[in-house]
Structures are given as C-alpha cells and as structure tokens.
C-alpha cells in the first residue's frame, strides 16, 4: 500500500535556452540531425554527459521531448531534460525539471528520477511530463508547464510505493464525454508489476487513487492511449515478457476492463544492450491503435529482432501481427527499441506512420533507422539510416542490465507532417567522460508511402527474455 500526497507547485524558469542549437553531420541519406540537449551535470553518481530514454508528443504546431540527463548506473539519472519547440521543430528551447533530485536547480528531495513520458492536455492548455523519482521507493510525479513548454512547476506527487514504468496520456478530443481527462499507469513492483492507473480531470494538479484492472493482472511497460469516444487502451508487456496485452477503461477511469492478449512475445536478447520487447503504441484520427514492439518469431532460430506491428479498432480486437519488412528475413541484422509516431490528422488505409529503431549486425554497434508509410503500413519506404557512424556499445551509458540508450525511444508527427524522432547519439568518449546526447531530424522527415509491402511472413521461432526496472 502507498499513501497518495499532493504538493503545490510553483513555476520555475527554465534552466537555460537553446540560442544556437548544433546540426551535426551524422546523417547517411536524409536531413542532418539536431543535437537537442546536453548532459551538464557533474556529481559524482551520475555518468557525465549521458542523456538516454526519450518521449515526445506533439500538438499543434508544439512539439516536446523529455529525456533522462546524467544516468546513473544503478537506475534513473540526475534530472529529466526538456526540449520543446513551438514551430513544428524549425528552433527549440530546452533545459531541466526543477524540484525533482537533489541535484536539479531548484533541489528536490529525490536521490534520482527515471522513466519521463509527456502529455498535452487540450481541455485545460497543459503540457505534462510524468517521471519516476528514486529515493528509497519510488513516487510517481508529474511536472506541469501552462506556457506551452517553456517553464515547468515542481513536480507534484502522483502515487509513492515500490513503483516502476510509468506513462501518461490526456484525452484531448474535444466531443469525447471525458475531455480533459488525463490517465498515469506503472506498476507495482511490491505487488508482483500490478498494473496501476490514475486519473486526473483538473490538467494534472490532483490525481485519483490507483485502480488496478479487472483480475489484478501484472506487467509492464503500458503505453496508454484514448480513442475519439474517450474509450482508454493500454498496450503492455506480460510480467514474464511472454505476451503483449492491453486493457481498456469507457468510463472515464472509474473503473478498468479484464486484459485481452494482442500476442505472443518472442524477444532476442541483444548481448550487451539493455532492451526488450516492450511496446510502442499510437493511435489515428478514427481510434485505431498501431502497437509495434521488437520480435524474433519471423527470423530462423530466433537470432535477431524484426520490429512487427498489430492493430486494433477497439483495444480489445487486434490483428494478426506482421512484419515490418526493414531488412530481408535472415539478414542477421537485430532491429531493437522501436518509437512509433501516427499523425493524428490522418487514418485508417491512409495514416501516415513514422517508425524510428536502432538496429546492429553481429558486432552489435548501433545506427538509428527510420521508415514512413501513407496507408496505414500497407507499405513501407525503404530505410533510411539517420546516424553516420556505427556506434560501440561502449560509448554509451552503463547499467546493470546492459549499455542504454532508452528502455523506450519516440517519434512524433508535427503539424506540417513531418516526423521528429528523439534518440540518444554518442561519440567516442574521452577518457571516463561520455558524449551521448539527444538528437532529432534538423527539419523533420518526409513521410513517404514507399512500395515495400508488408508479406505473409512465416513464424519460424520462440522464445523471450526477462524484464528490465527503471
């Protein structure tokens, strides 16, 4: 059991702005990417200049990132960074939550903070960036910025317990009989990862008592999302990462449905690499929910990861899973952390689809891919590679379950159409120091209908890897 506590929060100027943000040439064949944010923090828990697991959502013609900053390899990092743009990604801001760890600016009470997600609430002109603060135990908070991105409040207590994988989702269609609800889900890890949500109907500043889904089932990683008539879906990964699931609430949060099962999960562990099969889910203009997660079923012998994708028009029906034709069945080439953006102005056999992932060959040094598709992932463009330079495992930031780059990555459409992934780039570090920052495309990429279509591939194998916290 936790005891739910509300603080007041109090706006604080951003940590510092962007005046000249760096374009860097990492680029194979698309446009050159932007460095969106650097890790400034020194203290000794920290590895410095690491920046890992970022989320994104976009409204209107504001996009925002949230993002760990100075990763400590236990769990969680120093602060949550920030980056927001408010012309469709053509300049930024960006900076660092205050009143999160001892070491933000102003300090908080927590010893580290972990797991960002980001929401807009329409209903009440909100922009939400939940985390998971460390200390002892773990305290879901939620940061509010009311001036569209730029400064944001001392975080404000959401639920407090043994608590991991938390994200937040707001309903922002204006005809829905529950506009202006905004949902959180984690799990409880004291509970064997019970599954959680809150509700807030007041744009994030109190939040309701944890309701667990009819059944009391577990797992983790729950990606929430809300259709048009206010029905909420959550995507998740099964507790022994042997299924990918999702529930559903149609009153509003006040109570949660029994989960269905979308799939069975079939996971490749990448050697050296923190990362599993959690999903990555988004939803179009008519409510059907895209879930993509990485998947070895499609490959001989289980070797490597495809990214496969199931859909669904309700949350509780889901398609047969297919494959996202990346690169030809057999290739070797492992395709890991997927982060699925839809245009919500777009559906059905014509939603535009944005896929962002990291992928490696045997030796396991990272790129970043990105396809698009027009109609709903009939077909796929071909890949483009948007880092220059394989990149080591070594350069990038340590934990005890394997170099990170993100448990999660994301992609967000903006309002011109283009797509903006947010991923964790690294360089050769210099000496003990890293240089894994947060990057995104400089103006955005083209999403394009492509001509490889999606086949009738054969399942070949089976098999999963356990789950990760923090």
Not at 274 to 301: H, M, N
Request: with cysteine; glycine share 10%; charged share 10%.
């Amino acid at each position: 059991m936790f005891r739910r506590r509300m603080t007041r929060s109090f706006l604080f100027v951003s940590s510092f702005l962007v005046l000249s943000l760096f374009v860097q040439p990492l680029i194979a064949n698309a446009a050159s990417l932007l460095q969106l944010s650097s890790d400034p923090f020194t203290n000794s828990s920290s590895q410095h200049k690491t920046e890992v697991e970022p989320d994104t959502f976009s409204f209107g013609s504001t996009i925002v990132s949230a993002f760990q900053t100075g990763r400590i390899f236990g769990g969680g990092s120093a602060d949550i960074g920030w980056a927001t743009s408010n012309d469709n990604g053509a300049t930024w801001s960006n900076g660092f939550l205050p009143g999160t760890t001892v070491f933000a600016t102003p300090p908080g009470p927590f010893s580290a903070i972990s797991d960002p997600s980001v929401a807009y609430d329409a209903a009440h002109h909100t922009w939400l960036i939940l985390s998971l603060a460390i200390t002892s135990n773990q305290t879901v908070v939620v940061s509010r910025s009311t001036d569209n991105g730029h400064t944001w409040s001392n975080p404000i207590s959401v639920a407090a317990g043994s608590l991991d994988k938390t994200w937040i989702v707001c309903d922002d269609t204006a005809t829905s009989p529950f506009y202006g609800h905004c949902y959180t889900e984690w799990d409880n890890t004291s509970a064997g990862n019970l599954l959680q949500m809150s509700t807030s109907t007041n744009g994030g500043q109190t939040w309701s008592s944890p309701k667990a889904p009819s059944g009391g089932f577990h797992g983790l990683g729950g990606q929430p999302l809300v259709r048009p008539n206010g029905t909420v879906v959550v995507p998740y990964e099964s507790t022994d990462s042997s299924s990918i699931r999702s529930f559903t609430s149609t009153n509003g949060g006040a109570s949660w449905n029994r989960p269905v099962v979308i799939s069975s999960a079939t996971d490749h562990g990448v050697s050296g690499l923190r990362t599993e099969a959690l999903p990555s889910a988004e939803i179009d203009s008519a409510g059907k929910v895209y879930v993509v997660w990485q998947d070895c079923r499609f490959e001989p012998g289980c070797t490597a990861n495809d990214i496969v994708m199931s859909t669904s028009t309700n949350g509780t029906r889901w398609s047969a899973v297919t494959r996202i034709p990346l690169d030809p069945v057999g290739s070797g080439i492992d395709h890991v952390i997927p982060g699925l953006g839809v245009d919500r102005t777009t559906s059905g056999s014509s939603a535009h689809l944005a896929l962002a992932y990291y992928y490696c060959s045997s030796t396991c040094q990272l790129q970043v891919g990105f396809v698009s598709s027009t109609n709903g992932g009939s077909t796929w463009s071909a890949k483009t590679t948007l880092t220059n330079t394989p990149m080591p495992l070594t350069w990038f930031a340590n934990t005890n379950q394997g170099r990170m780059v993100g448990d999660y990555i994301s992609t967000s459409i903006s309002s011109n159409g283009r797509a903006f992934p947010v991923f964790a780039v690294a360089t050769a570090p210099s000496g003990s120091t890293f240089n894994e920052s947060m990057f995104t495309a400089a103006s955005g990429l083209a999403v394009v209908r492509g001509a490889i279509r999606v086949g009738a591939d054969r399942v070949l194998s089976a098999t999963s890897t356990p789950a990760r916290s923090h």
